[in-house]
C-alpha cells in the first residue's frame, strides 16, 4: 500500500530535551511538508522540502530543525528552544513543489512537552 | 498574507438534511482549492482539489464549488449521515488552512 507513515503516534518529552518525529513516504513524492496543529486551529507550516537536499522554513520555525537525505524520508526535530512544543504535528507530501499540486496527509504524532 | 476563514465553526444537523460547509480567503489569486476531512486524533484526508480553472467537483455525495472572484468555496453534503461527523478543513495555495468546520450528523 502506498501511502505516509509517521511515527511514533504519541510521544512525551521532558522539557529540555529534543525529541524527533519520523516521516516516511513511499509515493515516490518530490515534496514534503511539516504542519503543527493546535486544538481548535488550522494548520501552520513548519518546514518543507521540494528536493532532496533542500529545504525552507514555513511560518513557525523557531525551535525545530528539519533533513531530507533521502527522498522517501523527512524527519522533525523538536529542540529545547521550542517553547510550546505540545501540539499534534502532521507529515504532508505532493508529487511535486508546485502550488496546484495535491497535499496527502500521514496520520500524525502527538507530543506532550511533560 | 492569504488569510482562511471557515463559518461556522461547529454545526450540527439531523441525518438525511442537506448542508454547505463556507470556506472565504483573502487573495483571489489562488491556484487552487483543497477540501480535507479529519477525524479526531487523525490525519487530514483528501476530499477533493479544485484547480483555479475549474468551478466545481464531484465525489459521490460530496460537491465542492470555487468563485475566485468573491474569495469563496463552498462544499456541499447531500443527504448527511452520521458517518460524515467529523472536522472539515478547507486549504488554497496549499499551505494556508482554515481552522475547520466540526460537522456532528444525529441518528
Known amino acids: 500500500d502506498g501511502g505516509i507513515t509517521q511515527s511514533p503516534k504519541y510521544l512525551f518529552r521532558k522539557e529540555g530535551q529534543n525529541v524527533t518525529l519520523s516521516c516516511e513516504q513511499n509515493l515516490n513524492h518530490d515534496a514534503m511538508y511539516w504542519y503543527r496543529q493546535d486544538p481548535g486551529q488550522g494548520l501552520r507550516l513548519i518546514y518543507y522540502?521540494?528536493?532532496?537536499?533542500?529545504?525552507q522554513k514555513g511560518d513557525i520555525a523557531e525551535g525545530y530543525s528539519v533533513s531530507r537525505e533521502k527522498k522517501e524520508s523527512f524527519p522533525l526535530t523538536v529542540t529545547s528552544a521550542q517553547k510550546n512544543p505540545t501540539a499534534f504535528y502532521l507529515c504532508?507530501?505532493?508529487?511535486?513543489?508546485?502550488?496546484?499540486?495535491?497535499?496527502?496527509f500521514g496520520p500524525g504524532t502527538r507530543l506532550t512537552v511533560l | 498574507k492569504q488569510e482562511v476563514t471557515q463559518i461556522p465553526a461547529a454545526l450540527s444537523v439531523p441525518e438525511g438534511e442537506n448542508l454547505v460547509l463556507n470556506c472565504s480567503f483573502t487573495d483571489s489569486a489562488i491556484y487552487n482549492l483543497q477540501w480535507f476531512r479529519q477525524d479526531p486524533g487523525k490525519g487530514l484526508t483528501s476530499l477533493l482539489l479544485?484547480?483555479?480553472?475549474?468551478r466545481e467537483q464531484t465525489s459521490g455525495r460530496l460537491n465542492a464549488s470555487l468563485d475566485k472572484s468573491s474569495g469563496r468555496s463552498t462544499l456541499y453534503i447531500a443527504a448527511s449521515q452520521p458517518g460524515d461527523s467529523a472536522t472539515y478543513l478547507c486549504?488554497?495555495?496549499?499551505?494556508?488552512f482554515g481552522s475547520g468546520t466540526k460537522l456532528n450528523v444525529k441518528p
Open positions: 479544485i484547480q483555479s480553472s475549474q
Open positions: 486549504a488554497v495555495y496549499k499551505f494556508y
Open positions: 504532508a507530501s505532493s508529487i511535486g513543489g508546485n502550488s496546484w499540486d495535491e497535499q496527502f
Open positions: 522540502s521540494q528536493i532532496v537536499n533542500d529545504f
